[in-house]
């Protein structure tokens, strides 16, 4: 369909949800690998083995993309609490193409060099014939991370219910109004005491208060 101008453009996706949808899809960045930031996994397995956080806490990764930190995370609560364990994982992303590519799990090998060789041998599947050149996260893995369309602009209305959120590397793109209307968001999900990951490079000092830094990118609400 041609459009005069960005005038046009603009209207029909104000008149048209699916148009809306796929601006957005093609406008969000999606940069992402297994276990990026490792430092904040080595924090959540400290949080862990040092019994702060409970076998049956509940991980939000809440800009997920196609779905690599998600699966890090699950990845580490099975090797940590074993698959029959009462955690869960939340994730998220506005971007409904990537999370497609997500809920089906399929990566490249070339993806995989990051992910520590005991858990690719034992949670991994290396395609073979057609999907020679790619592995897939095993199902019963998958089936422990729910991945669901949000925007991080909106409020959830569901209770406090996630011990650690994980939203890195995604602040960086909004102003400081929007940032702190995304934490105060986020906050709210998070369990007395819970944790938010954000990016190294991203700081949230003097945005909210009742909240202490512990780690770079690491705060706890108090």
């Known amino acids: 369909m041609q459009l005069a101008s960005y005038d046009e453009y603009f209207q029909r996706i104000l008149q048209n949800s699916a148009e809306a949808q796929t601006a957005v899809n093609l406008l969000t960045t999606n940069e992402t690998y297994f276990f990026r930031e490792e430092a904040h996994f080595a924090l959540l397995e400290e949080l862990i083995t040092s019994k702060v956080l409970p076998a049956s806490l509940v991980v939000w990764s809440a800009a997920c993309a196609s779905g690599e930190e998600p699966y890090s995370i699950a990845l580490l609560l099975a090797s940590l609490l074993g698959s ?4 869960k994982v939340d994730a998220s992303d506005v971007n409904t193409d990537v999370l497609d590519l997500a809920r089906q799990g399929i990566y490249p090998l070339s993806r995989a060099a990051r992910i520590p060789a005991p ?4 949670y991994c599947l290396k395609g073979i014939g057609k999907d020679d050149g790619y592995f897939r996260i095993e199902a019963q893995l998958r ?4 991945f669901f369309y949000w925007n991080l602009l909106q409020a959830r209305e569901s209770k406090a219910a996630y011990d650690v959120i994980y939203l ?7 102003d400081d109004k929007a940032k702190v209307k995304v934490i105060n968001h986020l906050r709210r999900q998070l369990k007395p005491g819970g944790f938010l990951m954000v990016g190294h490079a991203e700081s949230l000092q003097g945005r909210v208060a009742g909240m202490e830094a ?5 705060y706890r609400f108090i």
């Open 143 to 146: 089936q422990r991370v729910n």
């Open 119 to 122: 858990l690719l041998k034992r």
């Open 214 to 218: 512990l780690r770079p990118g690491c």
């Open 84 to 87: 029959d364990a009462g955690w």
């Open 168 to 174: 890195r590397n995604v602040l960086i793109y909004f």
